[in-house]
C-alpha cells in the first residue's frame, strides 16, 4: 500500500512537474509575445517617424532646389550693375556709328575700325547675357516699353504700335534691365 502511495504520490509530482512545466512554458511565450497594444503603439510612433523623414527630405529637396536656383539667378545677373553702367557708353557707339556712316570725311580704315572696335564690345556684352530688344513696329507693351509720348499712327495698322524707338530697351537673361523708350501710334 504504501508503494501505491508512493506511486501515486510519484505520479502526482510528475503531473505537478509537467503542469507547472507547461504552465511556465506558457508563460515562457507569452512574456515573449507583445500585447496587441503596444504593437500598434510601435507602427504608429513608426509610421510617424516616416512622415517626419519624408517631410525633411521634401524640405531639403526644396532647399536644394532654391539655392541651385538663386545660384544661377546670381550667376546670370552678378554684372548687372556694370552692364547697366556700360549701356550709356554702347548708346554713344551705336551714335557715332551713325555719324561716321553719314560723315563723307572719315577714312575706310577709321570706319573697319570702329566697326572692329564696337562689334568686339557687342559681343562681350552678349556673352554676358545682354539682349537688345526690338521694338519697332512691335505692339506696345508696357512691360518691355516704356511710352514716351503718342503720334498719331500713318496708318490704321500702325495703332498702338511702336512707331520710332528713342533709346533701344535691353535685357539681361530674362530681365529687363532698361526699358526701350518708344513713341507709339494713336
Request: proline content about 4%; aromatic content about 6%; cysteine-free.
Amino acid at each position: 500500500m504504501e508503494e501505491n502511495t508512493n506511486d501515486i504520490h510519484n505520479e502526482h509530482n510528475d503531473n505537478n512537474t509537467s503542469a507547472e512545466t507547461s504552465q511556465e512554458h506558457h508563460e515562457g511565450i507569452a512574456a515573449h509575445v507583445p500585447e496587441p497594444e503596444p504593437i500598434e503603439k510601435l507602427r504608429d510612433d513608426l509610421n510617424e517617424a516616416k512622415d517626419k523623414y519624408l517631410r525633411l527630405y521634401a524640405d531639403f529637396e526644396n532647399y536644394r532646389k532654391r539655392v541651385a536656383k538663386e545660384k544661377i539667378d546670381f550667376l546670370t545677373t552678378a554684372n548687372e550693375e556694370l552692364i547697366i553702367k556700360l549701356l550709356p557708353i554702347l548708346d554713344d557707339f551705336e551714335r557715332a556709328q551713325k555719324s561716321m556712316s553719314a560723315d563723307e570725311h572719315t577714312s575706310e580704315v577709321a570706319r573697319q575700325g570702329f566697326e572692329l572696335i564696337y562689334a568686339k564690345f557687342v559681343k562681350v556684352l552678349e556673352s554676358k547675357g545682354l539682349k537688345a530688344m526690338t521694338a519697332k513696329g512691335e505692339n506696345f507693351n508696357p512691360d518691355l516699353h516704356e511710352a514716351i509720348t503718342q503720334f498719331p499712327a500713318p496708318s490704321d495698322d500702325m495703332k498702338g504700335k511702336v512707331i520710332d524707338e528713342v533709346e533701344k530697351g535691353y535685357m539681361l537673361g530674362e530681365k529687363v534691365i532698361r526699358f526701350a523708350k518708344v513713341v507709339v501710334g494713336a
